[in-house]
């Protein structure tokens, strides 16, 4: 049951019943008849979009396999709510059927104060981890990165529901596979990404052990042949200890810069392609994220993360 779970604080399934739009289980998931598509320079490259009627949907058997498969394959999907959820009653009931259903680790917490939901929006005062701020409660742009990368096990699957989307035009997320970062990367830069040869330090605002500051790691994981390579960024945490790494970490600063790289292999999901009501659920080690400056100080995003296992583990 999910009021019993520690990892989800505040969301209960007492909270649950007085949002629910039907008393009888849907039979399965209506799949938008049009899924959202971006154009870049090359390709179009298409979002998987799931309309949820109802948050019973949430229990669905076939709609938790449906997202589970789409995660599995693309790696990113969209799930347009049509019911408000102030408390994000969908999105936690979801990750609790992944766990039961699909094998996905429980979430994590986002450090020694804060539980497994994170209010990403702007703050200058009471922030969520405690003395510090982090970079989510500021209205700054947020480069490409990964969640969690000074983890030792990152966590695989973070969701953001969009409570409020920006309505001046900032705040924009965008996207880009690792894939296609591999296909701009000498196999020398790989082959040296792939090393433990990097200091990652842990934010304070994210600290969970005080004694515990840094970890070693590689920013790639070796080949898999049917799991491919993950990665884990986040420029401002990382430094490389070795001259190899520092040259491919080199050559990584200069691809992720570059405008033609950028506008042919990223995707840019404005508050129009992600209005309130949306979530958006990424695979971490698949995709890269960044975030543009934000212009409304209403803006408000929650966001979870789980499935934290060991790195080239996918599926394990």
């Not at 102030?86 to 979430?107: C, E, I, M, R």
């Not at 990368?149 to 924009?172: K, M």
């Not at 890269?288 to 599926?315: C, F």
Request: aromatic share 8%; hydrophobic share 35%.
């Amino acid at each position: 049951m999910l009021r019993s779970n520690p990892f989800f604080g505040h969301m209960s399934l007492r909270n649950c019943r007085f949002r629910l739009f039907s008393s009888v289980l849907p039979r399965g998931p209506t799949r938008s008849g049009t899924s959202v598509t971006f154009s870049t320079a090359q390709r179009v490259f298409p979002i998987e979009t799931i309309e949820v009627p109802g948050l019973l949907y949430s229990r669905n058997t076939n709609h938790v396999a449906q997202v589970s498969t789409i995660l599995g394959d693309a790696g990113i999907l969209k799930l347009s709510l049509l019911f408000p959820d102030p408390k994000s009653d969908y999105l936690s009931q979801l990750v609790l059927g992944l766990h039961n259903n699909h094998n996905h680790h429980l979430p994590i917490t986002h450090s020694g104060l804060r539980g497994a939901f994170w209010d990403v929006r702007p703050a200058v005062s009471n922030f969520q981890g405690g003395t510090y701020q982090a970079r989510s409660e500021t209205m700054k742009n947020f480069p490409w990165h990964t969640d969690c990368c000074y983890e030792e096990y990152p966590p695989r699957y973070f969701a953001l529901h969009v409570l409020q989307h920006d309505r001046h035009g900032g705040g924009a997320l965008s996207v880009m596979s690792v894939n296609k970062i591999l296909d701009h990367l000498s196999p020398k830069a790989i082959n040296a990404l792939s090393r433990p040869e990097f200091k990652i330090m842990v934010p304070q605002e994210f600290m969970k052990n005080p004694t515990k500051r840094w970890i070693f790691g590689s920013i790639l994981t070796p080949h898999h042949p049917n799991k491919g390579i993950s990665i884990r960024f986040r420029r401002d945490l990382i430094s490389a200890v070795t001259t190899r790494a520092s040259q491919a970490l080199a050559e990584l600063d200069l691809l992720l810069q570059d405008a033609t790289v950028q506008s042919s292999s990223s995707l840019r999901l404005s508050a129009q392609d992600l209005p309130r009501g949306s979530v958006i659920v990424i695979d971490n080690r698949k995709w890269l994220h960044a975030r543009n400056q934000i212009k409304d100080q209403e803006r408000h995003l929650r966001r979870v993360r789980w499935d934290a296992v060991p790195l080239g583990n996918e599926g394990t």
